[in-house]
């Protein structure tokens, strides 16, 4: 071969050598990546002022950044505002944003974006089911009412980068409200030329986030495709190309799902932690749901706390959670232990034992519950619950405990937990064996589950006093709350409304391929920004 020729072909070679490698390396690359999830349902609307499903709260996690961020430690950082100042007395925040912030069109993220979005949050007419939660804010709750004008609001815009926020009352949490939905910014006059359409369709939002859902991202009822937004500047820059999220029902086995590449991270029931760890998933694990047995407290017997006490006075906890689901620890508080409150965890300033205690007199109280109450019979009584073999065994013992009791029989209904959810919002039941999992580390979260207007609502609780109960707490400054919350969770367990069972560790697995997701412990968020997928080819 002349030198030329074999030169020549050297070159050739090396050139589709490198070639190769560069196509092999792009592969390889995370920013290239396009990850798959998972929701059950269409989300309500993507309004952060409006929405409260947390089908909703996760997709607009990853298409809105608010003032603060939080990280996998739940632990506020830097969003859109840089840094903040706080007052010696941590009743004034000063928040500075970011020059290049921005949103998807182009448009300066601006102090007035925040304001404006805390004022629809607040103002009655939007109705905002979350409005309370802001109510920490200085006049934000007499707002609300209706009792004082927007423009007292404590919340001013000095200039386009400088936020001045003033408080009631001194909140510890308050940075970690700054980055939820309600506390999002919004474009006024994009939001005024949607008339009223704003979030219920891809091309009615505008994000600042990590990700935006394209013009045609959005097919109703079928999936959600989020895109890195070109437009996002923050420090930090995200790390995959998007998400595709799928709408519809969960897998029948999360584990050959991920596995399969279907889906790359999901929530994980509790009977594949074992072969999730066999196959070197990552996982993430929270204990933040109870699960306890209700009684429809509509029903006109079950309506009597002392028919209630009586039967729960029965049941020999030991006896009765002989078993367990897996992932699971039985426990007697209503509030889990992930709640805090002051800054520190509320079960240690609050104790334990709030439960109705077993007593060998059960049989006798509840007929003489009866004879008070001038009640020949209880009500035939069906158990709800879910149809996992655990829960199978422990609904039985209930089952033959209250046969000896009462003297009748009694079944149960095994159902999907969706289905059970769904039956226990529409009230089709008389006793209930349900999951309670508050929207955050609030105690308060879990005991607004109670409350009349609650739509999730395990005891279908309509009582006057137990509503004034939660507001007064709402209105109490966090340092003064402990002892009203510790009032009105004894009120829901010494009266029988709702006797707590086990704590049940919520699992999240991604591949093993899969780094950087951060779940969010309340209201089933994910956060997408450092979500790395490699590959090996």
Same mark, same amino acid.
């Given at each position: 071969?002349?030198?030329?020729?074999?030169?020549?072909?050297?070159?050739?070679?090396?050139?589709?050598?490198?070639?190769?490698?560069?196509?092999?390396?792009?592969?390889?690359?995370?920013?290239?990546?396009?990850?798959?999830?998972?929701?059950?349902?269409?989300?309500?609307?993507?309004?952060?002022?409006?929405?409260?499903?947390? +089908?909703?709260? =996760?997709? &607009?996690?990853?298409?809105?950044?608010?003032?603060?961020? *939080?990280?996998?430690?739940?632990? %506020?950082? /830097?969003?859109?505002?840089?840094?903040?100042?706080?007052?010696?007395?941590?009743?004034?925040?000063?928040?500075?944003?970011?020059?290049?912030?921005?949103?998807?069109?182009?448009?300066?993220?601006?102090?007035?974006?925040?304001?404006?979005?805390?004022?629809?949050?607040?103002?009655?007419?939007?109705?905002?089911?979350?409005?309370?939660?802001?109510?920490?804010?200085?006049?934000?709750?007499?707002?609300?009412?209706?009792?004082?004008?927007?423009?007292?609001?404590?919340?001013?815009?000095?200039? +386009?980068?400088? =936020?001045? &926020?003033?408080?009631?009352?001194?909140?510890?949490?308050? *940075?970690?409200?700054?980055?939820? %939905?309600? /506390?999002?910014?919004?474009?006024?006059?994009?939001?005024?030329?949607?008339?009223?359409?704003?979030?219920?369709?891809?091309?009615?939002?505008?994000?600042?986030?990590?990700?935006?859902?394209?013009?045609?991202?959005?097919?109703?009822?079928?999936?959600?495709?989020?895109?890195?937004?070109?437009?996002?500047?923050?420090?930090?820059?995200?790390?995959?190309?998007?998400?595709?999220?799928?709408?519809?029902?969960?897998?029948?086995?999360?584990?050959?799902?991920?596995?399969?590449?279907?889906?790359?991270?999901?929530? =994980?029931?509790?009977?594949?932690?074992?072969?999730?760890?066999?196959?070197?998933?990552?996982?993430?694990?929270?204990?933040?749901?109870?699960?306890?047995?209700?009684?429809?407290?509509?029903?006109?017997?079950?309506?009597?706390?002392?028919?209630?006490?009586?039967?729960?006075?029965?049941?020999?906890?030991?006896?009765l959670l002989s078993s367990l689901p897996d992932g699971c620890t039985a426990g007697d508080d209503l509030i889990?232990?992930?709640?805090?409150?002051?800054?520190?965890?509320?079960?240690?300033?609050?104790?334990?034992?709030?439960s109705i205690a077993y007593s060998s007199t059960a049989k006798a109280d509840l007929q003489k519950a009866m004879t008070k109450l001038k009640?020949?019979?209880?009500?035939?009584?069906?158990?709800?619950?879910?149809?996992?073999?655990?829960?199978?065994?422990?609904?039985?013992?209930?089952?033959?405990?209250?046969?000896?009791?009462?003297?009748?029989?009694?079944?149960?209904?095994?159902?999907?937990?969706?289905?059970?959810?769904?039956?226990?919002?529409?009230?089709?039941?008389?006793?209930?064996?349900?999951?309670?999992?508050?929207?955050?580390?609030?105690?308060?979260?879990?005991?607004?589950?109670?409350?009349?207007?609650?739509?999730?609502?395990?005891?279908?609780?309509?009582?006057?006093?137990?509503?004034?109960?939660?507001?007064?707490?709402?209105?109490?400054?966090?340092?003064?709350?402990?002892?009203?919350?510790?009032?009105?969770?004894?009120?829901?367990?010494?009266?029988?409304?709702?006797?707590?069972?086990?704590?049940?560790?919520?699992?999240?697995?991604?591949?093993?391929?899969?780094?950087?997701?951060?779940?969010?412990?309340?209201?089933?968020?994910?956060?997408?920004?450092?979500?790395?997928?490699?590959?090996?080819?």
């Amino acid at each position: 071969m002349k030198p030329v020729k074999l030169l020549f072909s050297l070159m050739m070679c090396a050139s589709l050598v490198f070639s190769l490698a560069a196509c092999k390396e792009k592969k390889a690359v995370p920013e290239d990546e396009i990850l798959c999830y998972n929701i059950t349902y269409e989300p309500d609307t993507l309004d952060p002022q409006i929405a409260n499903d947390s +089908a909703s709260r =996760l997709i &607009i996690r990853n298409i809105f950044e608010g003032l603060v961020r *939080l990280d996998e430690n739940e632990t %506020p950082c /830097a969003g859109v505002a840089e840094f903040w100042n706080v007052s010696n007395h941590e009743m004034t925040y000063t928040f500075y944003l970011r020059d290049n912030a921005h949103w998807q069109n182009g448009d300066r993220v601006t102090a007035e974006n925040f304001r404006y979005g805390l004022c629809r949050a607040i103002m009655p007419s939007t109705g905002s089911p979350t409005a309370s939660t802001l109510f920490c804010i200085k006049n934000a709750d007499r707002i609300n009412r209706g009792e004082l004008p927007l423009s007292e609001l404590g919340v001013k815009a000095l200039d +386009a980068t400088t =936020l001045k &926020i003033e408080l009631e009352y001194p909140d510890s949490d308050f *940075l970690t409200l700054m980055a939820s %939905p309600p /506390a999002m910014p919004c474009h006024q006059q994009f939001f005024e030329e949607t008339a009223g359409q704003y979030g219920r369709e891809a091309d009615k939002l505008l994000s600042n986030g990590a990700f935006y859902i394209r013009s045609s991202g959005w097919e109703h009822d079928k999936s959600i495709n989020l895109r890195k937004n070109p437009e996002y500047g923050g420090k930090d820059v995200p790390v995959p190309a998007g998400v595709n999220i799928v709408i519809g029902e969960s897998p029948a086995n999360v584990c050959d799902a991920i596995l399969s590449e279907e889906l790359d991270c999901y929530a =994980l029931p509790g009977s594949e932690v074992a072969r999730a760890q066999e196959n070197a998933l990552n996982l993430t694990s929270f204990g933040d749901t109870v699960w306890g047995i209700a009684f429809n407290t509509q029903n006109e017997v079950l309506a009597h706390s002392e028919i209630r006490r009586a039967l729960l006075s029965a049941l020999d906890r030991n006896y009765l959670l002989s078993s367990l689901p897996d992932g699971c620890t039985a426990g007697d508080d209503l509030i889990p232990a992930s709640a805090r409150m002051n800054g520190a965890s509320y079960r240690e300033q609050a104790g334990s034992g709030f439960s109705i205690a077993y007593s060998s007199t059960a049989k006798a109280d509840l007929q003489k519950a009866m004879t008070k109450l001038k009640i020949d019979e209880l009500p035939k009584m069906t158990i709800l619950c879910t149809n996992d073999e655990a829960t199978q065994k422990i609904v039985n013992n209930m089952i033959e405990t209250w046969n000896k009791v009462t003297g009748s029989y009694l079944n149960k209904n095994p159902v999907s937990l969706a289905e059970l959810k769904d039956d226990v919002s529409d009230g089709s039941f008389r006793v209930v064996v349900a999951p309670l999992t508050a929207g955050g580390d609030d105690p308060i979260n879990t005991l607004s589950l109670f409350t009349s207007d609650s739509s999730y609502n395990p005891a279908q609780l309509h009582d006057t006093a137990y509503d004034e109960m939660v507001g007064k707490l709402m209105l109490l400054p966090e340092q003064n709350a402990l002892y009203a919350t510790i009032e009105a969770e004894k009120y829901l367990q010494s009266n029988g409304v709702f006797y707590p069972l086990y704590t049940e560790s919520r699992y999240y697995a991604a591949a093993p391929n899969v780094t950087g997701i951060i779940f969010h412990p309340y209201g089933g968020e994910v956060d997408f920004f450092y979500a790395t997928k490699t590959r090996d080819d």
